[in-house]
């Protein structure tokens, strides 16, 4: 079989609100979302068609607290590509997703840093064609 990243885990302050931004925001879908007991949940999100999903993590702890939305060190550390870069920028910024930038062309494609309501770095990005 061969191998693929299944998901990440992302630590969120809470469940619902981690659902409520990645999918009701950012239009991700809603994969699974399972009662382990004890306060604990099995949720995962996905954009839609990707092979790789997030595990909604709910932090536990003083130090998983202190690492929500800080897991990337400060940096941009989530990448979400798309075949349609201002279609998603309107979108996302109908849903008052929140863009530090605005968007830029660099060699590579159209990016914009976003970040989501936990701190964390996001591009939006549109790689550019490579040339035949």
Request: glycine share 10%; hydrophobic share 45%.
């Amino acid at each position: 079989m061969p191998q693929h990243l299944a998901f990440v885990s992302l630590l969120v302050p809470d469940y619902d609100a981690g659902i409520a931004f990645y999918v009701s925001k950012m239009g991700f879908v809603l994969l699974e979302d399972t009662d382990m007991g004890d306060g604990k949940r099995w949720v995962r999100v996905a954009p839609k068609g990707a092979e790789t999903a997030f595990l909604l993590a709910r932090a536990v702890g003083e130090e998983q607290v202190a690492a929500i939305g800080n897991q990337g060190g400060g940096r941009v550390w989530l990448f979400l590509q798309t075949d349609d870069f201002n279609r998603d920028h309107a979108a996302m910024s109908a849903n008052r997703v929140h863009f530090e930038e605005q968007p830029r062309d660099e060699p590579y494609g159209r990016v914009a840093v976003f970040c989501d309501p936990f701190g964390n770095r996001w591009d939006l990005i549109q790689f550019s064609p490579k040339p035949a």
